[in-house]
């Protein structure tokens, strides 16, 4: 690695909740730099989510973070000649990614709605267990557990 490793940089909480997730929440979704019309899908998914669940929409997308981030990842390695994958625990901020990631990807997926309700729908669905973006960390998490035998290659 060349030179210096970049500084992490502190993200302020999101206007109407002050909780810096969910402004890293507006910000994986914002395309193009359009960050209102972030705003207005996610603060309209947590209204949806709100009426629906009748709970605090950041109690209930803190739930859903819990169950969807995954504890271990495999990575591809290169160990003379053959490529092997191998399996790595997830650190924290990863994690965190890496669950916001699969929360939007399956939103995206569905068809025939706004983003604002496909958001709050996969959001629900992860906070109880179900969803395509459990059903993505359960497959993560399948195939590390298939390829544990290389795990002696991770350092």
């Not at 910000?27 to 998914?45: E, F, L, W």
């Not at 160990?79 to 990863?94: E, F, H, L, M, S």
């Not at 390829?147 to 991770?154: G, I, M, P, V």
Request: a positive charge; hydrophobic letters at 40%.
């Amino acid at each position: 690695m060349r030179g210096k490793q970049a500084l992490k940089r502190k993200i302020e909480g999101d206007l109407r909740y002050n909780e810096a997730n969910i402004a890293k929440l507006i910000n994986y979704i914002m395309k193009d730099g359009k960050k209102t019309i972030a705003r207005k899908v996610v603060y309209g998914a947590f209204d949806i989510v709100k009426k629906e669940t009748k709970q605090d929409p950041r109690h209930i997308f803190n739930k859903a973070l819990k169950r969807i981030s995954p504890l271990v990842e495999v990575r591809g390695k290169r160990i003379g000649g053959a490529n092997y994958q191998v399996p790595y625990q997830v650190r924290g901020d990863r994690r965190f990614v890496l669950g916001c990631r699969w929360i939007i990807e399956a939103a995206n997926n569905q068809k025939g709605k706004s983003m604002d309700k496909k958001l709050a729908l996969e959001i629900i669905n992860a906070a109880k267990g179900e969803g395509l973006a459990v059903k993505k960390r359960e497959d993560v998490h399948r195939m590390a557990e298939s390829n544990k035998a290389f795990a002696h290659f991770a350092r």
